[in-house]
């Protein structure tokens, strides 16, 4: 066996595409070189049987369900009950990985412990969305077992004489096995057609675990039945222990593909031999970054045998614990909950359905009564937490988010609350050296502290610059208005970005029809242009005075009544959250201020609410060109309309796209 190993090394040193990791203590973080990895291609027994079936794959699992329902309903019968057990492994299997994806990607939880800092792409989401597919497969392999193998029927509910056969056979034949195939599965032939897959993803996620070919899942298969299959054949099988040994098995697998560092460090420092036994996360992970070492499965005892065991596996866990990788953020976006259903649109919930823009979906409905005790013991406990995160230029940026609901923030006894959340955000950021933190939504209500102005007056001696962000949206939503318009009517005149919308477009000559009731703040706006622009801006107290003109800019939510005054072809710009609705067929509907984010962005896999993929809001984006420009002072309160050009150019030149 060493002649083989040795064989499979020199082979494996001269042909396998170089990955190298540079770990350093001192700088506390470690880099990849990598050259680019070829996927695979067209390979036998590389495509699941069922990979052009989409989501009705799940209508395999019918025959069984039909099976289960006849014997324990229909007054039918199976030995052992057996479709129903597997039915319920199976769920508890996805159940298993799903609770690991919900605890990888609580940044709030996991971000100290985080072993690679970079988030997962877009692109690694789509790769891995049908992660679920061993499951499938394994119960029809395991229900074919049960039927062509005797000692596989009939089992007890507890044998525990077969708990001792399951261990070993699992650290011997299985972990052995295991890891000769994965080394063949790392030469050139087997890796560029079939495992590149699942090494695609370098930042792990327990999902990870299930991005396999089908020829992977052939061999993973039958390594799993060694230990269940064995420990039966030898009189010891039982129900129980095949619902422990399987669900263990995918506990320990999505743990090392987790990304986040569990094992404590004292339990090697107190049990060293261990090392040899369990392995870790950053055992894993690290094999994913630097291919030729680590290769066991749970075992790193064969990879010292093997001689392929990483010198830095023990360092980078201990480093890792000891919170020796943790970053600070050189940006934060300050984000709140807007409302039940959309409470749900978050990676820890559901990471598939967070990749993508939010809508209202069927399965969310069973779902949402769920967050209204979580809304309350938020309301009761909860501190602003990390939501998610991604890197501009190798600077870490964070989107954290105040625990409450868009309801709340109307709520005169809660806004006082909602304000020391806000403030305790700030000074953390102060504490911990952000340079600037931009204030989302409600967060930044006029009516609430001013649009921040709250904040920096009372600790005038921060640090971290507090920035509103709405520079940029009104520069979006000017931009999206097409030169040649010499009339345009504006709801939510007399707001912070109604004002800088008007008094921007009066000294373009533009008419601004401004519906407010209130004459005195009307004129306080006027009062501000220039004397020759002032005749530019019309107050207006009903929506009857634009039926004549075509482009709206709805800074107010506006019903389908109140849509109707306008005329047809008209354009409907919008900076109201959340949008209107899309009423009229015979008009046009902009979405809100929004900007694509610059291409070198990485590890963003989370859409922002009803955002397209790397589309942020525009004073998103506007907290980070303030970032990036390095510009000293607090962008709070009322817009500095003067700046809405040099906020604009800022943001082209940094690389964020109008969308």
């Given at each position: 066996?060493?002649d083989?190993?040795?064989?499979f090394?020199?082979?494996?040193k001269?042909?396998?595409?170089?990955?190298f990791l540079i770990?350093?203590?001192?700088?506390?973080?470690?880099?990849?070189?990598?050259?680019?990895?070829m996927h695979?291609?067209?390979a036998?027994?590389k495509?699941?049987?069922w990979a052009?079936m989409?989501?009705?794959?799940?209508?395999l699992?019918g025959?069984?369900?039909a099976k289960?329902?006849?014997?324990?309903?229909g007054?039918?019968?199976?030995v052992?009950?057996?479709c129903f057990?597997i039915?319920?492994?199976?769920g508890?299997?996805?159940l298993?990985?799903?609770?690991?994806?919900t605890?990888?990607?609580m940044?709030?939880?996991?971000?100290t412990?985080?072993?690679?800092?970079?988030?997962?792409?877009?692109?690694q989401?789509?790769?891995?969305w049908?992660?679920d597919?061993f499951?499938?497969?394994q119960?029809?392999?395991?229900?074919?077992?049960?039927?062509f193998?005797?000692f596989?029927?009939?089992m007890?509910?507890?044998?525990s004489?077969?708990?001792?056969?399951?261990?070993?056979?699992h650290?011997g034949?299985?972990?052995?096995l295991?890891?000769i195939?994965?080394?063949?599965?790392?030469q050139n032939?087997?890796?560029?057609?079939?495992h590149?897959?699942?090494?695609?993803?370098v930042?792990v996620q327990?999902?990870?675990?299930?991005?396999?070919?089908?020829?992977e899942?052939?061999?993973?298969?039958?390594?799993?039945?060694?230990?269940?299959?064995?420990?039966s054949g030898?009189?010891?099988?039982?129900?129980l222990?095949?619902y422990l040994?399987?669900?263990?098995?995918d506990?320990?697998?999505?743990?090392g593909?987790?990304?986040?560092?569990v094992m404590?460090?004292?339990?090697?420092?107190?049990?060293p031999?261990l090392k040899?036994?369990?392995?870790t996360?950053c055992?894993?992970?690290l094999?994913?970054?630097?291919m030729k070492?680590?290769?066991?499965?749970f075992?790193p005892?064969?990879d010292?045998?093997g001689?392929?065991?990483?010198p830095k596996?023990w360092?980078?866990?201990k480093s890792?614990?000891?919170?020796?990788?943790?970053?600070?953020?050189?940006?934060?976006?300050l984000?709140?909950?807007v409302?039940?259903?959309?409470s749900?649109h978050?990676p820890?919930?559901f990471?598939?359905?967070?990749?993508k823009?939010?809508?209202?979906?069927?399965?969310?409905?069973?779902?949402?009564?769920?967050?209204?005790?979580?809304?309350?013991a938020?309301?009761?406990?909860?501190?602003?937490?990390?939501?998610?995160?991604?890197?501009?230029?190798d600077?870490?940026?964070?989107?954290?988010?105040i625990?409450?609901?868009?309801?709340?923030y109307?709520?005169?006894?809660?806004?006082?609350g909602i304000?020391?959340?806000?403030?305790?955000?700030?000074?953390?950021?102060?504490?911990l050296?952000?340079?600037?933190i931009?204030l989302?939504?409600?967060?930044?209500n006029?009516?609430l502290?001013g649009?921040?102005?709250?904040?920096?007056?009372?600790?005038?001696?921060?640090?971290?610059?507090v920035?509103?962000g709405?520079?940029l949206?009104a520069a979006?939503i000017?931009?999206?208005i097409?030169?040649?318009?010499?009339e345009v009517?504006?709801?939510?005149?007399t707001s912070?970005l109604?004002r800088?919308?008007?008094?921007y477009?009066?000294?373009q000559?533009?008419?601004?029809?401004m519906l407010?009731?209130?004459t005195?703040?009307f004129?306080t706006i006027q009062?501000?242009?220039?004397v020759?622009?002032?005749?530019f801006?019309?107050?207006?107290?009903?929506?009857?005075?634009?039926?004549?003109c075509k482009?709206w800019?709805?800074?107010?939510w506006i019903?389908?009544r109140?849509?109707?005054?306008a005329?047809c072809?008209?354009?409907?710009?919008q900076f109201?959250?959340?949008p209107?609705?899309?009423?009229?067929r015979d008009?046009?509907?902009?979405?809100?201020a929004?900007?694509?984010?610059?291409?070198?962005v990485?590890?963003?896999a989370t859409?922002?609410?009803t955002?397209?993929?790397?589309?942020?809001?525009?004073?998103h984006a506007?907290g980070?060109v303030h970032?990036?420009e390095?510009?000293?002072?607090h962008?709070?309160g009322a817009?500095?309309?003067?700046?809405?050009?040099i906020v604009w150019?800022?943001?082209?030149?940094?690389?964020?796209?109008?969308?």
């Open positions: 066996m060493a083989i190993l040795s064989r090394s020199a082979h494996y001269s042909n396998f595409i170089p990955i770990y350093t203590a001192q700088s506390g973080h470690y880099s990849q070189t990598q050259e680019p990895i695979p291609g067209s036998p027994l495509d699941w049987p052009t989409g989501s009705l794959k799940y209508i699992y025959p069984l369900f289960a329902l006849y014997t324990n309903f007054g039918g019968s199976e052992d009950n057996w057990h039915l319920l492994i199976s508890l299997r996805c298993v990985c799903q609770l690991w994806l605890y990888s990607n940044h709030f939880l996991t971000k412990y985080k072993i690679r800092k970079h988030g997962v792409e877009f692109k989401v789509d790769r891995e049908d992660w597919n499951v499938i497969f119960a029809y392999m395991f229900t074919a077992a049960h039927h193998f005797p596989f029927r009939d007890p509910l507890w044998n004489q077969g708990s001792m056969y399951v261990i070993l056979l650290i034949p299985a972990e052995a295991y890891y195939v994965h080394r063949l599965f790392h032939f087997f890796f560029n057609r079939y590149s897959l699942h090494h695609a993803s930042t327990p999902s990870t675990a299930g991005s396999i070919t089908f020829l899942n052939l061999f993973l298969t039958c390594i799993t039945a060694i230990p269940i299959l064995g420990s030898l009189r010891g099988g039982s129900i222990m095949l040994y399987v669900l263990c098995f506990f320990l697998r999505c743990m593909h987790s990304n986040v560092e404590p460090a004292f339990i090697y420092r107190c049990f031999f040899f036994f369990i392995y996360p055992y894993h992970g094999h994913h970054v630097e070492t680590n290769f066991c499965l075992v005892l064969y010292y045998l001689n392929t065991m990483n596996s360092l980078l866990h890792v614990r000891n919170g020796q990788l943790d970053r600070v953020p050189q940006y934060v976006f984000a709140h909950v409302d039940m259903l959309s749900l978050v820890f919930v990471r598939s359905f967070a990749s823009p939010f809508t209202t979906q069927w399965f969310l409905l069973p779902i949402w009564p769920f967050t209204v005790p979580v809304m309350f938020m309301w009761a406990w909860a501190k602003p937490f990390v939501h998610t995160s991604y890197l501009l230029r600077l870490l940026h964070h989107t954290w988010v625990p409450r609901f868009g309801f709340q109307f709520l005169p006894f809660a806004q006082e304000n020391n959340l806000i403030e305790e955000a700030i000074l953390s950021a102060d504490s050296g952000v340079k600037v931009s989302a939504a409600l967060n930044k006029e009516a502290n649009g921040g102005t709250l904040f920096v007056q009372k600790h005038p001696n921060l640090r971290v610059r920035v509103h709405n520079t949206t979006v000017l931009n999206e097409h030169p040649d318009v010499k009517f504006l709801t939510g005149a912070k109604g800088a919308v008007a008094l477009l009066c000294k000559q533009v008419r601004v029809l407010t009731a209130s005195e703040r004129q009062k501000e242009a220039p020759q622009y002032q005749r801006l019309v107050q207006v107290t009903k929506y009857q005075a634009a039926q004549n482009t800019i709805v800074g107010k019903s389908f109140e849509q109707n005054w005329p072809g008209t354009h409907f710009h109201v959250v959340p209107i609705f899309q009423l009229r008009c046009t509907y902009g979405k809100l929004a900007m694509e984010l610059p291409a070198d990485e590890g963003l859409c922002e609410y955002m397209s993929r790397r589309i942020v809001h525009a004073c506007g980070v970032s990036l390095g510009w000293d002072h962008e709070v817009i500095d309309v003067d700046r809405i050009g150019n800022a943001a082209l030149k940094h690389g964020f796209k109008p969308v």
